[in-house]
């Protein structure tokens, strides 16, 4: 069994989903994505994760409903729940029903990984939150390889940057504006063998312009892991 904690996302939303996981990844957390209700039922019978993160506003039956249904799971009963919506009023009947389900945090949509950060200290203090990656000063070169944008393959070259702003070039699609998670894969030579190692970055991508043979965006890095082979990429960016 891992020591690793689980957390559950449910969340109809693909691309919110892989935002969401990708910043509970970097502070520590293996993740179950439920896109609805009904499964997120059925994997809560089946074993309780340590942490849910609850989007309020589901198809069929809303996040209130689905949390009196879990409440009644044995294994659900106190599993720690942080709620999520665009669009709920603070202070309003929605939230008065979920405090009474034990509720005690609720974060507003889209969110970031400082404002998870904080939520996690509320409901999970004992939880250890995992070290960011340090974010590089500058930097120069190129790096080419394929990525997944928001789950989504995409051909993605890094081509330099200053301090948190990186320049990245795609051919096929332009980033999408706003917060995101990017995987990496590139070749590197590690322990004298060449390997391909996959990089997790979340991100926010503040502008895009074309370029020629594709787009190219200003993407501000947040956090990466893992930290080694972030830091190796920036080596390796530095030295061309």
Known sequence: MSDTPLAMIIEDDPDAAEIAGGMLQMLGFRIKVCPDAHQALYSLAEAAPDLILLEICLPEMDGVNLLKVARRVA????????????????????????????????????????SLKSALDQVMPRHRIAKKAPIPVSMTGRIDGEAKVAGKAVQL???????????????????????????????????????????????????????????????????????????RMIVALEGQ
């Open 75 to 114: 294994e659900a009963r106190d599993v720690p729940v942080i709620a999520a919506s665009a669009v709920y009023p603070k202070g309003g009947p929605i939230e008065r029903s979920l405090r009474e389900l034990g509720v005690r945090v609720f974060m507003s949509k889209p969110f970031t990984l400082q």
């Open 157 to 231: 070259s890094v081509t330099g940057g200053d301090g948190t702003a990186l320049r990245v070039k795609t051919t096929a699609t332009p980033l999408p504006a706003g917060s995101l998670t990017v995987t990496v894969t590139r070749r590197e030579l590690v322990d004298d063998q060449v390997k391909n190692t996959e990089i997790l970055l979340l991100a926010s991508v503040t502008d895009t312009e074309s370029a020629e043979g594709g787009w190219e965006s200003s993407m501000s890095v947040t956090a990466a892991r893992p930290q080694d082979a972030y830091d």
